[in-house]
């Protein structure tokens, strides 16, 4: 069932820890297939599918049969089938499922073998489902047969952020509350006002719904610190890490050595240390790439623009674990207003849903770190969002390389010029957030399918 309202959408919703290189052609389709078996488990006992021939088929449309290869969406399919879970099991694991399946084709599902195998049961499918147009770009159809009759079929979408949902879910964006929530808002103005009205903080509105929603502040501060934690842990072993990035456009891996040139003072002298927000987002990014560890934020793609910006002002300014905290809290109201009034997906929308929204994300959580009011936030926010506008995906090879981690390098900078503008001003600005992210809808819809993560048009045609 999709999340309809902003307010539903909390902070571990929009942070999540996963794997590389793709939060909607991996985490996604990782996730989808692993529901799908679930769903097998739940219709068929060990003795229904020991007698007869069952298979398991998934067909990948749209982009992701366009760039599935180089987000390596196959794997993830294969990881998922085999009920690993993109939090649970290490990237290792998770990537040397697809060989195991295709030297022993079988999946072990309620103690029961079920055919797949990945060569001949994976297919990469175009635009149209049963001569119709898709549901979404991001489309799967899983299929369990007995025999070679259907038995058991799902149709899921990966719109972005790992979030998976069934392909005809009914999209209600409206206003009204349901009344479940102590603070009901579903667009920037409703927030922004529930704040100044109120007078507490930013962050605090979002903690008292969580309770309402089941989540302590406790346990969700738990939480959160595991998603910074991971974050660092990102950081550094991109930080540390040298080599050649795998999927063939032999791109090197840029963190390290630029790190290195800033440790030892040997930076461009009218930079200084101000490359530490891109360098950041690069080693995070780089690590996406590989297949690593990493948070949406809100996207893969986009995993590098928070840590950048965060690490950065961290470092800068001391601030504290709860500081970051809060930070997130405030980044994922961000993140939960773009994906119910405009998309996080690149192919929905292009680029602009990605790391256009992780910097409108992490300007507004900079200046909620740095004590700016509800006005500011909202202001850093629509100046992140305007300043993506029209953003395409274009990966060369499909892969989350180029131009993706230098746009996360780019993006965290802008972030930060974004959040000290706010911050310099009173927080009133002509163009609401709102209207930015009606703007990105349209833009989203305007843009020719070519540009929206397909590998078909702009910088991925060489």
């Not at 500081?323 to 773009?338: D, K």
């Not at 300043?387 to 802008?414: S, Y």
């Amino acid at each position: 069932m999709e999340l309809q309202r902003a307010d539903h959408i909390g902070p571990l919703d929009m942070f999540k820890i996963g794997i590389g290189p793709s939060s909607s052609h991996t985490m996604g389709p990782m996730v989808a297939a692993r529901a799908f078996r679930k769903s097998i488990e739940d219709h068929c006992s060990e003795a229904e599918l020991s007698e007869g021939d069952w298979q398991v088929t998934v067909d990948l449309f749209g982009s992701l049969s366009a760039t599935g290869k180089g987000h390596a969406t196959d794997g993830a399919v294969c990881a998922g089938l085999a009920g690993l879970h993109v939090r649970e099991n290490t990237p290792d694991e998770i990537w040397a499922t697809q060989n195991e399946l295709k030297k022993d084709p079988w999946l072990n599902i309620n103690g029961a073998r079920v055919a797949f195998d990945p060569d001949k049961d994976l297919l990469w499918r175009k635009w149209r489902m049963n001569e119709k147009a898709l549901p979404h770009p991001n489309t799967m159809r899983f299929r369990l047969l007995k025999n070679d009759q259907v038995v058991l079929e799902d149709i899921l979408v990966s719109v972005g952020g790992g979030f998976v949902e069934k392909a005809g879910a009914l999209k209600d964006n409206s206003t009204t509350s349901d009344g479940s929530l102590p603070n009901p808002y579903n667009t920037a103005a409703d927030f922004v006002n529930l704040v100044n009205e109120s007078g507490k903080p930013a962050w605090q509105i979002v903690l008292e719904n969580e309770e309402a929603r089941g989540t302590s502040e406790a346990e969700l501060r738990q939480e959160l610190q595991i998603i910074l934690d991971t974050i660092d842990g990102c950081i550094e072993r991109g930080l540390s890490t040298e080599g050649i990035l795998p999927g063939g456009l032999n791109v090197k891996r840029r963190a390290k050595s630029i790190y290195d040139l800033l440790q030892s003072g040997s930076a461009p002298a009218w930079t200084e240390s101000d490359l530490r927000p891109s360098v950041y987002a690069m080693a995070v990014n780089e690590e996406n790439a590989a297949g690593g560890r990493v948070v949406t934020a809100p996207t893969n793609g986009a995993s590098g623009l928070i840590p950048g910006v965060f690490r950065t002002l961290k470092e800068i300014h001391g601030l504290s674990n709860e500081t970051l905290q809060n930070g997130l809290i405030v980044a994922s109201v961000i993140g939960a207003l773009v994906k119910v009034h405009a998309s996080i997906s690149g192919a929905e929308v292009g680029c602009q849903g990605e790391v256009g929204t992780s910097c409108a994300m992490a300007a507004a959580a900079a200046v909620a770190m740095l004590g700016g009011t509800a006005n500011q936030i909202e202001q850093a926010a629509e100046i992140g969002i305007e300043h993506h506008l029209g953003m395409t995906c274009d990966p060369i090879m499909g892969l989350v390389q180029v131009p993706c981690i230098e746009r996360n390098a780019m993006g965290a900078v802008k972030a930060l010029n974004a959040a000290a503008l706010s911050l310099a001003s009173d927080g009133t600005h002509l163009v609401s957030l709102d209207k930015a992210l009606s703007v990105m809808k349209q833009t989203g819809l305007d843009m020719n399918k070519k540009y929206k993560e397909t590998s078909t048009g702009g910088l991925a045609l060489g």
